[in-house]
């Protein structure tokens, strides 16, 4: 065989099956997002905005989580702690100034400052080690407040001095547009970030970090950028659970807290944005629906513990169902669709 007839005929169609779909620019689906939001808040009760807002909140720390360990692989259990982090600086910076972007600038800073020194430590870990700081660092927080009760309040915490929103404007549908906007900007930026080499190194750190290292890519440095970025969002997301709450305690951050934003981004589907909503969506329907659950049982005992159990359940189900996620569930009927054809 020559080396003309080698050559594949560039006029030949590929099959259906091998042609790659265009991706729809992020720039697009967040603001699809952003008008579906606003529209909402215009239709949804009071409570219900309060609820939308709150997803938002989760949204920003699961799709910064979704990225640290769905596309890097790196497993940490101390978001809630660095979400108090976020919440706590708000408070005292708020409480100081009354300036609601200083505020949300500084819980950004002080957290990136603390999810560098964390990402520092957690790059020489690896599996069950980083496990067990990030574990740590969920626990030492909390008991920063007791520590320090004449700055934190201790057990009682803070309360966040707010301006009022505009008369206009019913304090739940702002807080849903604050809410939204910080999520919409965090989830746009981390789309932008991923789509580049950024997240090819994430990937490739991930899947083999010998190939990794070989083709050129710092590990180390990687790890630590993609800890710093996923402590950004849940800095992001404590201030806002600090804005919608007006106070902060060190109840609203227990251990359990990080627990469930693992679960969340495991069902929504690791490593998937649009997988992150979803684990934001449960985490506001699943606690809601065990509270109902518990009232109708009429034990205490179980209403406090079976929010962990729903979600337990939940997590079964769906990995038996949909190994991918909630977020793999539309490609696989497609897949299934074109199958039958």
């Keep these: 065989m020559t080396a003309i007839e080698a050559r594949p005929e560039t006029g030949t169609k590929a099959p259906p099956g091998a042609r790659r779909r265009r991706r729809v620019h992020p720039v697009f689906v967040i603001a699809a997002g ?6 909402l808040t215009y239709v949804l009760p009071p409570f219900r905005n309060y609820q939308l807002a709150t997803v938002g909140a989760y949204f920003c720390v699961t799709a910064g989580l979704t990225v640290l360990t769905g596309l890097n692989g790196q497993l940490s259990l101390g978001h809630g702690a660095l979400m108090a ?5 708000l408070a005292l910076t708020q409480n100081k100034w009354a300036n609601l972007p200083v505020s949300f600038a500084a819980a950004v800073l002080v957290t990136t400052l603390v999810g560098a020194i964390i990402g520092l430590a957690a790059a020489r870990l690896r599996g069950p080690y980083l496990a067990g700081l990030t574990l740590a660092v969920a626990i030492v927080v909390p008991s920063v407040t007791s520590t320090f009760d004449e700055t934190f309040n201790s057990d009682q915490g803070l309360s966040v001095y707010l301006n009022p929103p505009p008369e206009q404007y019913p304090m739940e549908q702002w807080q849903a547009w604050l809410c939204w906007s910080a ?9 932008l970030l ?3 080499r ?7 750190v991930r899947d083999d970090e010998t190939a990794a290292k070989l083709a050129g890519i710092n590990i180390a440095r990687t790890q630590v950028l993609a800890f710093v970025v996923s402590a950004v969002c849940a800095g992001v997301s404590g201030a806002l659970f600090a804005y919608l709450a007006q106070s902060v305690s060190p109840g609203a951050f227990p251990l359990t807290l990080s627990l469930f934003l ?4 495991v069902i929504g589907g690791l490593g998937s944005l649009f997988g992150a909503l979803w684990g934001a969506l449960l985490l506001v329907v699943l606690p809601t629906l065990s509270q109902s659950l518990g009232e109708q049982a009429g034990s205490q005992r179980l209403e406090g513990n079976l929010a962990l159990i729903v979600f337990g359940v939940v997590l079964v189900v769906v990995m038996l169902a949909a190994p991918g996620g909630l977020a793999s569930i539309p490609s696989r009927i497609s897949r299934l669709i074109r199958r039958n054809r």
């Design 34 to 39: 952003a008008v579906l939001v606003v529209a």
């Design 183 to 191: 999520a919409l900007v965090v989830v746009l930026l981390l789309a």
């Design 262 to 265: 693992v679960m969340a981004i």
């Design 194 to 196: 991923v789509r580049g």
């Design 85 to 89: 982090t976020g919440a706590y600086t």
């Design 198 to 204: 950024f997240g090819r190194d994430l990937r490739a």
